[in-house]
């Protein structure tokens, strides 16, 4: 009589080393097979392998912005959607906004009379909506608008329109020695309430834009951090090679933005000595995502595409590099 259990145990050895071979074979599943997804398997297996271009562990450092690399950030920044909406929270609290741009134009609901206030108007709403609460309260606030809130065009949560083949990408560079960070211009205590829930990465792997935040010791002996309404540190531009100075302390290897903002943290990464993978999403699919480039007011491409092609940085076509484009899209078959 056959023994049942070892035919079993067998076949399932079988079945799961069938489906690491698989997975080893294909990490970048939803990336179309071309010269972009060639690049990015040929650089880490290099990279992890001795030779030449081996670069030891510690040193496989990976920065990825945020904002249009890893999440959508159309029509505007997920950050000012939800301060958009705390604004219409705090509203009956505040008469005085009914008549006062912007908050006037987000009550009302009329967002292009509200973005029409510019540069000064947006940060007076961040500072309004961020600031005068703990730390703690503003973790619970961003958690639940990340539960309840949702996109205006795609009617899905925000926290659902990242991008499937990026975190392929970041899963695979993990998989292989690689410490994944996040570098943006977002703000820090924003993006850290999901990073390791959306991204796997862990919130002191986040690097952002960040306000003062003040220790105070109540008489009853509590503890609380409050946030204030002062900029401490801009982590865009020429902002993010210093971030990645102070916070990481290391050069990246690895980088992928998207726009502009992002520009001069390709430029540092590309400036160290070894092998280097500088990386650019172009928006090019109106119609799974958003088209826009060098005449956007979000996420701007112009001087950093330019020198991606100048330069043969890699630049990823997301209609036709990418299968799908977020996690819950149907992959096709080929």
Request: charged share 25%.
């Amino acid at each position: 009589m056959p023994n049942w259990r070892s035919l079993m145990t067998g076949l399932f050895a079988v079945i799961f080393s069938a489906g690491a071979v698989m997975a080893e074979t294909d990490p970048l599943p939803s990336w179309k097979d071309g010269a972009i997804k060639k690049s990015i398997t040929d650089f880490v297996a290099h990279a992890t392998t001795e030779g030449p271009d081996f670069v030891p562990a510690p040193e496989r450092i990976a920065v990825f912005d945020n904002d249009g690399t890893l999440w959508m950030e159309q029509p505007f920044y997920f950050q000012l959607g939800f301060a958009f909406d705390r604004i219409k929270t705090l509203a009956p609290h505040h008469p005085e906004w009914k008549d006062r741009q912007p908050f006037k134009g987000l009550i009302e609901g009329d967002l292009k009379s509200a973005l029409a206030t510019g540069e000064k108007g947006l940060l007076e709403v961040l500072a309004t909506t961020h600031a005068g609460m703990t730390t703690d309260d503003f973790r619970r606030t961003v958690v639940d608008w990340t539960q309840s809130a949702h996109h205006p065009r795609f009617k899905r949560p925000y926290i659902e329109l990242v991008y499937q083949p990026m975190l392929e990408l970041m899963r695979h560079l993990r998989t292989n020695g690689f410490k994944t960070f996040i570098v943006s211009g977002g703000g820090v205590e924003f993006m850290r309430v999901f990073a390791e829930q959306v991204y796997d990465i862990p919130s002191e792997q986040v690097v952002g834009s960040s306000g003062v935040v003040k220790f105070q010791r109540a008489a009853n002996g509590s503890i609380k951090l409050i946030k204030e309404a002062k900029v401490e540190f801009i982590d865009d531009n020429d902002g993010k090679p210093v971030g990645i100075n102070r916070f990481i302390g290391r050069r990246p290897i690895f980088a992928f933005g998207n726009s502009d903002g992002d520009h001069a943290m390709l430029q540092y990464t590309a400036a160290g000595a070894g092998p280097r993978f500088l990386g650019l999403v172009h928006h090019t699919d109106a119609e799974r995502e958003y088209a826009y480039d060098r005449q956007s007011h979000i996420g701007k491409l112009d001087k950093a595409l330019d020198e991606a092609r100048e330069r043969g940085w890699t630049v990823v076509d997301m209609k036709r590099d990418w299968k799908v484009v977020f996690p819950h899209q149907t992959r096709p078959a080929n």
